[in-house]
């Protein structure tokens, strides 16, 4: 049984072109018609394959006076600049490299410096090099920097090749600037003139922060620092469980982050004014963390933080902005600035940090070699550390006893050292450094190897060994005293003492 097909609808007569504009009685404006004309254009080019060109404008009527010109002119241009600032240009994208790229990337050695020069050429120097052209926004007008410190300029921060040195001259003196021992004091103040009530796009703010440094790690500590005064620490969502995904504009907006928005937040800033950067996510021993104890077994690996490793000047760092802008003490948030996690060293910096993939370690064979899940969860813990000891720019990882515990009755040598060797030991530099043992007090002396130390007697029936500074004598600011004037004044004078480390006496 064949099944009839209805029959096909009659086929629809084709609208007739529309009338030419000299031909319409329309109330319009000869200025309406041709921003009409031109928004249609744009409409019709983003659907087509191929852009079309536009359509010419009309001629101008013979009673067209010169006044009505002027005014045809301008509404042209105003519609062109209208659909500029509604289409602007799309930013660059970036494409997250595969795990071999990445792995190459990581590990290329950095470019030379353009240019050999001394030591002494760099003190020399009155002024920085130019810093690149970049894009600018128009009509933006920068708040002007704090003035200098009345101190001595700080050179730029160089690569010194000792290559340039001839054989048989005498090595320059005077400090080597590195990046240790950087003061990036400018840098911190011009990062608070932008308080984020005051941002209005994420693209300004990143200009805003980086246009008057020229060297990629001052662009990057900027950015760093700006994070610290401006973004907290979302305290009632961690501990409730209800963490939200976050954007950078979502970050910015709300001024509240976890880690993940910290280093989202960073990551986009740096790289609208050009710095490569990726998002770490890891492992981070941080608010919660536990040792454990060596007679357990070893966890399995699981993710609670994230961090950013980017490429400044030539060279890998790994930063940490969410640690470095504050910390949680119980469950509330406190706003502290610990510039330690801005470009830690690697080895460093992996005691407490453990990425998903372990390219990000940025540990050299000279280092010791990539650390393992089961080396770095079942590291030893080591003594309690405190705030202070990062604001004197005292190096954790040579902080001898390294363990978290000392044995009673037997003699211990304590070890501490600056972050980094081109800064001072001198006595008018630094306080004076000392260890408490039961109810006596020990200075640490300077030492041969260009740090402090003491041998003290741990006393039996001790409960814990802490590393003090004196921080005041008679409320005058004790920096710079000396030993000498320290036992003097010990027993005879107002002191207080703020707290560096501690250790647990079994």
């Not at 104890?293 to 993710?303: A, F, I, W």
Request: glycine content about 6%; proline content about 12%.
């Amino acid at each position: 049984m064949s099944v009839v097909r209805p029959p096909i609808p009659p086929r629809r007569q084709v609208p007739p072109p529309p009338t030419s504009l000299e031909n319409e009685s329309i109330s319009q404006s000869i200025a309406a018609r041709i921003a009409s004309l031109q928004l249609e254009q744009v409409r019709r080019a983003k659907t087509a394959s191929v852009p079309a060109k536009p359509p010419p404008i009309p001629a101008r009527r013979q009673e067209t006076t010169s006044r009505e010109s002027v005014a045809i002119g301008e509404d042209v241009s105003r519609v062109r600049e209208s659909v500029e600032l509604r289409n602007p240009r799309p930013p660059p994208k970036w494409t997250r490299l595969s795990p071999e790229q990445l792995a190459r990337a990581l590990a290329r050695r950095p470019p030379p410096p353009p240019k050999r020069f001394l030591v002494s050429d760099v003190h020399t120097s009155s002024s920085p090099p130019p810093a690149p052209p970049d894009p600018k926004p128009p009509q933006r007008r920068l708040p002007p920097l704090p003035p200098p410190r009345l101190t001595d300029p700080e050179p730029p921060y160089q690569h010194l090749e000792l290559d340039a040195i001839a054989p048989g001259d005498e090595p320059p003196s005077g400090p080597i600037s590195c990046l240790e021992c950087r003061d990036f004091a400018q840098v911190d103040a011009h990062a608070a003139l932008f308080p984020r009530h005051s941002v209005t796009s994420l693209d300004n703010l990143a200009y805003d922060l980086t246009e008057p440094f020229p060297y990629e790690i001052e662009k990057a500590r900027a950015i760093f620092t700006w994070l610290h005064h401006n973004i907290a620490y979302d305290a009632e969502a961690f501990f409730s469980g209800n963490v939200q995904p976050s954007t950078a504009e979502s970050t910015l907006s709300s001024g509240l982050a976890v880690c993940d928005g910290y280093a989202g937040l960073f990551k986009s800033l740096a790289e609208r004014v050009g710095i490569q950067v990726h998002k770490v996510t890891g492992h981070g021993k941080g608010v919660g963390w536990v040792a454990i104890n060596l007679d357990q077994p070893v966890p399995p690996y699981s993710g609670n933080h994230a961090w950013n490793c980017a490429f400044l000047d030539g060279e890998w760092h790994l930063i940490d902005s969410c640690w470095g802008a504050g910390a949680l003490n119980g469950s509330v948030y406190q706003q502290r600035f610990t510039p330690m996690w801005f470009t830690s060293p690697p080895r460093e910096f992996c005691r407490t940090h453990f990425p998903e993939d372990p390219s990000y370690q940025l540990l050299s064979e000279d280092d010791g070699g990539l650390v393992s899940w089961e080396d770095y969860i079942m590291e030893p813990p080591g003594p309690t550390i405190f705030n202070d000891f990062y604001k004197l720019d005292l190096w954790s990882t040579a902080l001898q006893p390294p363990t978290k515990t000392i044995q009673s009755g037997t003699r211990v040598v304590f070890y501490v050292f600056k972050r980094c060797e081109h800064m001072s030991t001198d006595e008018l530099n630094n306080y004076v450094y000392m260890i408490s043992a039961g109810n006596e007090r020990f200075p640490l002396e300077v030492n041969a190897e260009g740090g402090w130390s003491a041998n003290v007697y741990i006393p039996r029936g001790s409960e814990e060994v802490s590393l003090f500074y004196v921080t005041s004598v008679n409320g005058q600011d004790a920096k710079g005293i000396g030993i000498r004037a320290f036992r003097s004044a010990l027993g005879h004078a107002a002191m207080s003492f703020g707290g560096l480390a501690k250790w647990i006496v079994v």
